[in-house]
């Protein structure tokens, strides 16, 4: 593997910085929120309930990459409009997902953070474009990219400029179809001893089922994973995207604590 | 699967016309080219070799996706150019990748075919443009994606109004490393009886062996494959992309007569 | 990979002699009948028909590996007898699943070749009881084994002095689901690189979908398969296990005889 | 899924019993000792160690299962003797695996668990002997068995009377070969939902290396499992099988606290 910048070797630890948060630092980064943006008041009720339950960053999709194109595709520029909104209200950086390089400067007046998902890891255009933009960049990993193939894209990002990148691991496919995915949480501690990125895990496409969201998460955690990206709806059964896999308010509050309890916990070690 | 326009429901057969060329007919097609346009020279001499041994389509790369980004990128547009040139030169309509829906406009002044690669599948802002022009569309399978995504892709590509859509095998991902990837054959049959497009096979990427593609190719004519696309190379070993699954021109010659006896032979059947 | 006795080195080729059939010559052999033997009456039938049909060897399963212990598990002893009589009535060698080593003294009178299933290509025991004896050992490639972990099990074989194995490539698992299984066809070539026994496919398992088994029969022949293992049945919808993949004797008698003519049309090449 | 004994329905929960120790409780058990047996010497520091560090079981390989036949395939009975005679001295219950039903007697004076090990998940005639026996037994999930196969293996066993079967994780076959499997985590959360049995975690063969077996431990022990099965060696660089992903006296006596710690702060949520 060719990592002339997103290796080991050149750098022992990046902490990216976003307003008040620190994401790969010492303390745990929960960033929740729906899958969809559907409206202001989800955004808001949602974004105040995950703030108040710990949350540290906001996350709600405005363009959605959607396997049938008869799928709800988001809001758009308008649905970024409610989540700046609600990041604002709630002192809380926000961060969405950018799908083609033509929106970067759009959302740039919105988000904190540019995701990139799964579909697009290797979509050099979108990464070159993302990569010479100032705003940190979450990289998720491709459904079937090796973790070499992996960097090899943060690879890409970094080269033009940008160094802030998060890896976010979200589960690959596999033979097993029980869960959505298969969530290989080994990532985290192979990508801290191959990269010095901050390293994520996303156990709600991880599982794809509510149920298993919880226990993914805490196993997330022990394994030292420097945040997770959680999703989270008012009401679950109404959402208009991956409702199977979203946690409501009260289920994320309770896990939210129990997370941080663990991640004390491992401090004793 | 919810497919209104790419199903079988919907239509018995598109055959995609490019030029002289009926890609979905009877007639078995062959696409041929090196993998990455390396110089005008090496261009012009390889579509003289694979016209005159029966390919009818040329290929070459002019912006390759490169897992790292130290690799060699392509030529660009000047490679287009060539490729252009090669084209008319031998009476043959030429396909090339795109990869960012920025490069449509000046990509469709030199190619008869866009090719949108396996890392792209997915990437539906690219999809919907290519799907808003009028040339036809090769949309080769994502690495790990099911048939009933591939033909989602696809439905992006129909829902803006083109409908020349062909499909190309070109190995998914499994454990098994031998090979670079795994071709999935049976992909053919399936193919045709839930859709109407033309499936082609790429065996140099399906196999990522040069000694393996002959028997790839063989078994996919048989298999009922509307077309073949080979990397051919004059100098495999010199090649700056994927010189190790490419042909050189008496190989080819070979091979491509091997492959239209075999087509000859199934109309016995 | 350390072959001493299996490997391509360490001798050209083998044909495998049972009866007057030679598996891994020139002549396409075909392996026919029902996956689980589950009548005289159903074993005679289906004798008669792919005999007439042009199968060499008759197949039938009397001990059953199922997922579920509530699946139907097989005749047992009793079937073995049907299967004995049932070849010498129609002068057809036989071939059928061994499971337990303590079974193989009695499955000996009955059998001609001795069927090492999936599940069992790792179980070393097995492998070493069936190498003591001098029948022919068709070894299956298991749901997830590397080509080179085959070859390894059949190394097992060899090594306990019998040297009559055949290799039989019948799908690995793959998250692609619409078939049952994946049917890697690239390892027909492989093997006949890396080893000298003979190797032939199992369309029937491959696919797990009979509407595919006459495409992925073709296939196997054009890629050089020695052979076919094909499941036939004389009323599929009936059928005790695998029904949905079994061919009726109308439909098998068309296939055979379109894969000889495909066959014969390899010497033309 | 049709489940009559293995189920969830039909029991709320398995605790086993061997000696002191009960698998599938509230207390977390720790299996340990190296991968194959090489010496008495070996086994009783071995022994001694883990003891020391709080591993309730004692673990060795006598039998083998060796992907090469050239590979150390175990001492068979000498070893077993070194085993039972190791865990005697520490008052430790033993575990080994069977690979023959024929041997299950001569194991029986031996032993006190039976390990099924990956390869033979689906060796019904071996699952069915043990299931007479009883003495329970661990069943390892088949590397490429779906979390559904694992339990239908499992009522193979439960069928034939024996009802104390312990479920052992330890990883899955991927594309990616980082690590030499994909450690399934989530297997943990879901065999709690759909079963009975105590479910344990294997981090040396789900991981296959040494550096990562630390952080796969903690995460098993978050997510839930009742057990993990550890390997260890005297000296790993000298071991004789799988040296390369066992941990030596120090590094097990380090993580086993970790372990302990961890299992308790989950008290606290």
Redesign the interface.
């Known amino acids: 593997m060719?990592l002339?910048l997103a290796g080991r070797e050149c750098k022992e630890k990046t902490i990216v910085k976003v307003g008040n948060v620190e994401i790969g630092g010492d303390e745990l980064v929960i960033i929740a929120g729906p899958c969809a943006i559907e409206s202001e008041k989800q955004l808001i009720e949602t974004a105040m309930a995950v703030k108040k339950a710990g949350a540290q960053i906001l996350r709600g999709g405005a363009f959605k990459?959607?396997?049938?194109?008869?799928s709800f595709q988001g809001l758009g520029e308008e649905g970024l409009k409610y989540l700046h909104h609600a990041g604002q209200e709630n002192n809380m950086p926000v961060i969405s997902e950018v799908?083609?390089?033509?929106d970067i400067d759009m959302l740039d007046k919105y988000v904190d953070i540019f995701q990139i998902g799964s579909?697009?890891m290797?979509?050099?255009?979108l990464l070159r474009e993302v990569g010479k933009g100032r705003k940190p960049v979450m990289l998720k990993r491709g459904?079937?990219a090796?973790?070499?193939?992996w960097l090899?894209a943060a690879?890409?990002i970094v080269?033009e400029g940008n160094r802030d990148v998060i890896l976010c691991e979200r589960g690959?496919?596999?033979?097993?179809?029980?869960?959505r995915n298969?969530?290989?949480?080994?990532a985290?501690?192979?990508i801290k001893?191959l990269s010095h990125f901050p390293i994520i895990v996303d156990p709600s496409h991880?599982?794809g089922r509510e149920?298993?969201v919880a226990?993914?998460s805490?196993?997330?955690?022990?394994?030292?994973a420097h945040g997770l990206m959680i999703e989270v709806h008012p009401c679950p059964c109404d959402a208009l995207s991956d409702g199977v896999q979203s946690l409501d308010f009260e289920k994320f509050q309770s896990l939210s604590k129990?997370l941080f309890?663990?991640r004390n916990?491992?401090d004793?070690?």
Chains 1, 2, 3, 4 share one sequence.
């Open positions: 060719k002339k990459p959607r396997t049938s194109p008869y799908m083609d390089p033509r579909r697009n290797q979509n050099y255009s459904m079937s090796s973790i070499e193939e090899s690879e890409y080269l690959i496919r596999t033979f097993e179809n029980y869960t298969t969530l290989d949480l080994m985290v501690p192979i001893q991880g599982t149920e298993l226990s993914a805490r196993a997330a955690v022990a394994i030292g129990d309890t663990i916990c491992l004793l070690l």
